[in-house]
């Protein structure tokens, strides 16, 4: 099982262990002991970055490990990686950007179910839940502006693989995606439409 360093650190550079390097198409997938590296999944698209001087494209989740897909081979063992730093930092903001919408909508009643944090196209899907309240994204951009204005610092726990993440008082999310240190890194959060459909209703953002 490949090491996921990016649950518990922040590390954008770290030297790492080549277990495997193999053709894939006109690609190289690797493998490593332990890794950098955020797989896409969660609703966040994935890292890329460096493996020596080899570009790392992509890097999926298949079952228990890692694999990073290279412009070029790279040889067994030490290596020096480094992640794509402006590309993790938009992923982060807008992966934790999800994390306040989701309990702002949890403070109405509503339960999210869904999301999805890519460039251009957040969003985030909720159904009504027991107690569900009238909701509207001036009430939503109130309660995440004043959130984000308070600060807070995110806290993480492991436990057996589970990993949870949450703000200050805000309840926690199981999640394995990477999230900013403190919410004023979030800069501005605009909430941009509401629509319900079926039963669920979506929630655009975009970061400012």
């Given at each position: 099982?490949?090491?996921?360093?990016?649950?518990?650190?922040?590390?954008l550079?770290?030297?790492?262990?080549?277990?495997?390097?193999?053709?894939?198409?006109?690609?190289?997938?690797?493998?490593?002991?332990?890794?950098?590296?955020?797989?896409?999944?969660?609703?966040?698209p994935?890292?890329?970055?460096?493996l020596?001087?080899?570009?790392?494209?992509?890097?999926?989740?298949?079952?228990?490990?890692?694999?990073?897909?290279?412009?070029?081979?790279?040889?067994?063992?030490?290596?020096?990686?480094?992640?794509?730093?402006?590309?993790?930092?938009?992923?982060?903001?807008?992966?934790s950007?999800?994390?306040?919408?989701?309990?702002?909508g949890?403070?109405?009643?509503?339960?999210?179910?869904?999301?999805?944090?890519w460039?251009?196209?957040?969003?985030?899907?909720f159904?009504r839940?027991?107690?569900?309240?009238?909701i509207?994204?001036?009430?939503?951009?109130?309660?995440?502006?004043?959130?984000?204005?308070?600060?807070?610092?995110?806290?993480m726990?492991?436990?057996?693989?589970i990993?949870?993440?949450?703000?200050?008082?805000?309840?926690?999310?199981a999640?394995?995606?990477?999230?900013?240190?403190?919410?004023?890194?979030?800069?501005?959060?605009?909430?941009?439409?509401?629509?319900?459909k079926?039963?669920?209703?979506?929630?655009?953002?975009?970061?400012?």
């Amino acid at each position: 099982m490949t090491e996921r360093l990016f649950f518990t650190h922040d590390h954008l550079t770290a030297e790492l262990e080549v277990l495997g390097c193999t053709p894939f198409e006109d690609q190289f997938a690797v493998i490593l002991q332990s890794t950098i590296f955020h797989p896409q999944g969660g609703g966040q698209p994935s890292d890329t970055g460096w493996l020596g001087e080899a570009r790392v494209l992509r890097v999926t989740q298949e079952v228990d490990r890692v694999v990073h897909y290279l412009n070029h081979p790279v040889p067994l063992g030490a290596i020096n990686a480094r992640v794509d730093e402006p590309r993790r930092a938009l992923h982060t903001r807008l992966h934790s950007a999800g994390h306040l919408i989701g309990n702002a909508g949890e403070t109405l009643g509503w339960m999210p179910i869904k999301a999805h944090h890519w460039p251009g196209e957040g969003k985030i899907t909720f159904i009504r839940g027991e107690t569900a309240q009238a909701i509207d994204a001036e009430t939503l951009q109130q309660q995440i502006n004043q959130w984000i204005a308070a600060d807070y610092p995110r806290h993480m726990t492991l436990d057996e693989g589970i990993r949870e993440v949450g703000f200050g008082e805000l309840p926690t999310y199981a999640c394995g995606g990477t999230h900013v240190q403190t919410l004023g890194e979030l800069g501005e959060v605009t909430i941009l439409a509401l629509s319900e459909k079926k039963g669920a209703l979506s929630v655009r953002y975009s970061l400012d």
